[in-house]
């Protein structure tokens, strides 16, 4: 298995792929043109934390699925962006022949995997701090596993979670989805704010297969996640997906 870096301005990627000779770099390089193109002639599509409509013609793949994500998931078009170029940095290496792919990109994941994984939970979280992980199994098809926080990392939200993470066919759909999920998680307690975070994910999850939902001393779930282990910590770098 092979592990590497990409890091080119705000997008910072840790693959892990059976294939080595993939020139990921120069993909992820030539779609992050395509958006920042499209931004400096549409600076709108940077700002708003509203879905916008989708403009006639033909678009950059790239600005595409973000519009598409957005609509679906009900944020704006940036809080897909991660996810986004996760998903379309695995199809690049599906179409190149892999079958064990994992691309992690500011915390939010697409991966393809012919053996079992172990997706580690990182929340931070007072009770189960960071020692769980998702048991994934051998899989053929892509799955994304996006997750969205108001205590970890840069993103904008407007509730109070200490993590929301969904996992679905669509990386780019999950990233939009996790925002509006933990922006939901809003109340006076963890128990509430779980309460949100549960009633919209129910309203949207035609969209996605799971949910998990950590809110200080509560949990909340949506769909049948995968089995979650205890890791006390500690994943052998082959089988941890970050």
């Known amino acids: 298995m092979n592990f590497s870096r990409i890091d080119i301005d705000e997008t910072h990627i840790r693959l892990t792929s059976d294939l080595s000779n993939h020139n990921l770099k120069r993909y992820v390089f ?16 940077s700002l708003s934390l509203e879905p916008l409509k989708m403009p006639e013609g033909d ?8 519009y598409e ?27 190149n022949g892999s079958k064990y792919s994992i691309v992690e990109n500011g915390g939010d994941i697409a991966i393809v995997n012919d ?9 931070n979280n007072d009770v189960l701090g960071n020692n769980i992980a998702f048991e994934l199994k051998s899989r053929r098809k892509p799955l994304g596993i996006c997750s969205s926080s108001s ?7 407007f509730g109070d979670s200490d993590c929301v993470t969904v996992l679905g066919k669509s990386a780019s ?14 109340g006076d307690s963890s128990e509430d704010r779980v309460a949100g975070a549960l009633e ?22 949506v769909g049948k996640l995968p089995k979650i282990v205890e890791t006390y ?6 089988n941890l997906g970050y």
């Open 69 to 95: 994500s957005s609509g679906l998931s009900g944020v704006g078009p940036m809080a897909c962006v991660a996810g986004t170029i996760s998903e379309m940095s695995l199809d690049y290496l599906i179409e």
């Open 200 to 221: 919209c994910g129910d309203d949207c999850s035609e969209f996605f297969d799971y949910a998990l939902i950590i809110c200080g001393e509560h949990v909340g779930t």
């Open 115 to 123: 053996e079992k994984v172990l997706c580690g939970i990182y929340s």
């Open 233 to 238: 910590g500690f994943c052998d770098g082959s």
């Open 173 to 186: 759909l999950c990233d939009g989805l996790a925002t509006r999920i933990a922006n939901a998680a809003q």
């Open 151 to 157: 205590k970890i990392g840069h993103s904008i939200s």
């Open 30 to 45: 030539n779609i992050r043109m395509d958006l920042k193109d499209y931004i400096f002639k549409n600076n709108e599509f």
């Open 59 to 66: 678009l950059p793949s790239i600005v595409f699925k973000m």
